[in-house]
């Protein structure tokens, strides 16, 4: 049928047919962003109480905690609103405007005046930073690759184990504003890599894009995508922000999947905020004696 846009077997404009360097480079852009956003979530941890000393809050315990978990707070949007965008606008826009608001915001922490300042850039780029975690898979699944799955799970978690080790030295040989300048340089490089490199790889927009312009082209208005269930951008947003909730309730095996991934994440986010705490506040161990700490955390988490 001439009016149904679909794949063919052969199309190289589809995601699953491009060429095996193509695909490495997004795999490997996709990995290194997801490692960098994961490491920014424990980078200063061993460095609170510096913190808060430098910003006049020595007393101020709660807020010390709001320094590294305010990223994870803000990463709460990936998967409840930037995931859905991506259905919706595609993956490669919500990406680079993540990968660019992420690297904006880590700049931003190293240029905070005040504790407020701090943690709420520190929010905001823990929100542009879930693009990467929640995109991130759906590009790789776009390709179709099976074994990068491997390769980006351990990275990923390279990223939040090696974080606060290396957070910490650099704190005590330079300071924790550096540890957020290096992240912050390293996270615009990464922007203007994905800025440049990322393609479209979401398989419905690339059909509506294809038929949107044979309609232009040929005149004829009744060619769609074959993948096209006549639903407005605004209903397909909607579903996709139901659908894992529908799943979580309405399901007993991803209801317990979400509930013990849940109550594990939450395990570690403690650890991750009160060790650098515990050992700077009441024992007065410098950042890089409090990074040595986490290396049973790091193993653990390499291991596992």
């Given at each position: 049928?001439?009016?149904?846009v679909e ?33 920014n979530?424990g ?7 510096r ?29 409840v ?9 595609g ?18 922490c ?21 693009c990467?975690?929640?995109i991130?898979p ?7 690759q ?13 990223g ?11 704190a ?17 490089v990464?922007?203007l890599?994905v800025t ?8 419905p ?13 040929s005149?004829n208005?009744?060619?769609?995508s074959?993948?096209d ?14 659908r894992?909730?529908a ?6 095996r ?9 109550l594990?994440?939450?395990?570690l ?8 705490y515990?050992?700077a506040a ?6 890089d004696?409090?990074a ?7 193993a ?5």
């Amino acid at each position: 049928n001439g009016s149904i846009v679909e794949w063919q077997p052969d199309d190289p404009k589809n995601p699953h047919n491009w060429p095996r360097s193509r695909k490495n480079i997004h795999l490997f852009l996709v990995t290194t962003m997801t490692a960098l956003v994961r490491f920014n979530i424990g980078m200063i941890a061993p460095s609170q109480m510096r913190i808060m000393s430098d910003f006049g809050a020595d007393n101020r315990h709660v807020l010390a905690g709001l320094v590294v978990s305010g990223f994870v707070l803000g990463q709460t949007a990936g998967p409840v609103l930037m995931e859905p965008l991506s259905e919706v606008l595609g993956r490669r826009a919500v990406y680079i405007v993540g990968a660019i608001g992420f690297s904006l915001c880590t700049v931003g922490c190293w240029l905070a005046w005040s504790l407020t300042s701090l943690i709420v850039f520190r929010c905001i780029a823990g929100t542009f930073g879930s693009c990467a975690l929640a995109i991130g898979p759906r590009i790789l699944n776009d390709l179709t690759q099976a074994e990068p799955s491997i390769v980006y799970s351990f990275c990923g978690i390279l990223g939040f184990a090696i974080g606060p080790v290396i957070g910490g030295h650099l704190a005590d040989a330079l300071d924790w504003h550096m540890v957020c300048l290096i992240s912050g340089v390293a996270a615009t490089v990464m922007a203007l890599a994905v800025t440049f490199l990322v393609q479209e790889t979401y398989g419905p927009l690339l059909l509506q894009w294809e038929a949107e312009r044979r309609r232009r082209e040929s005149g004829n208005p009744h060619i769609r995508s074959a993948l096209d269930r006549g639903l407005t951008p605004g209903a397909r947003f909607r579903r996709s922000i139901v659908r894992p909730f529908a799943a979580m309730i309405l399901t007993l095996r991803s209801f317990i999947y979400m509930a013990v991934g849940a109550l594990a994440y939450g395990f570690l986010l403690v650890v991750l905020t009160t060790i650098g705490y515990v050992f700077a506040a009441l024992l007065s161990e410098p950042p890089d004696r409090i990074a040595l700490i986490y290396v049973g955390f790091s193993a653990g988490c390499l291991v596992g």
